[in-house]
């Protein structure tokens, strides 16, 4: 996006209006956040500062003060392929894109996540590791749909 501020419409209505880091870190709604680019938006749990999801438990950072139900998502260029360490996931495919490589990775076998790099190799297929920064982490409590950052 090449802009200071964004607007977000949607079905002929406004969405969403800000500046740009505002609007792609916190998104109003799961509409705007699909419609600006996150392409998982994902059902969790959220108990004692972690959400859970599948076999994956990460920290959830700043959302320690929301429990139960959660809908989280995190951009694929925030995800973080390791050499080392992090999260176990299954690579069955490679995409190229452009300048980017995007690898949909499967920390278990109901939940897909994807990744992308820009001028760094891929992992092969098979196995790698990955981490979820905490700070990039977007949450929303599923029962009343508010934003927690």
């Known amino acids: 996006m090449l802009a200071d501020e964004i607007l977000v ?16 870190s916190q ?47 995190i951009r694929p260029e925030h995800v973080v392929i390791l050499l080392t360490g992090g999260f176990l996931a299954s690579v069955r495919d490679v995409i190229e894109l452009a300048t980017e490589t995007e690898v949909p990775l499967e920390p ?3 939940l897909v996540l ?10 092969p297929r098979g ?8 700070e990039r982490l977007l949450v929303r409590s599923a029962a009343t749909d508010q934003l927690v950052v």
């Open 127 to 134: 196995e790698c590791t990955f981490d979820i920064p905490s």
């Open 114 to 123: 994807r990744a992308r790099t820009e001028g760094t190799a891929p992992p």
């Open 108 to 110: 278990s076998p109901d």
């Open 27 to 73: 998104s109003a709604t799961p509409q705007v956040a699909r419609l600006i680019g996150v392409s998982s938006l994902l059902p969790g749990e959220v108990s004692e500062g972690h959400i859970r999801a599948g076999s994956l438990e990460v920290d959830s950072g700043a959302v320690d003060r929301l429990s139960g139900p959660a809908i989280w998502a």
């Open 9 to 24: 419409v949607g079905a002929g209505n406004l969405l969403q209006a800000g500046p740009r880091r505002e609007v792609s």
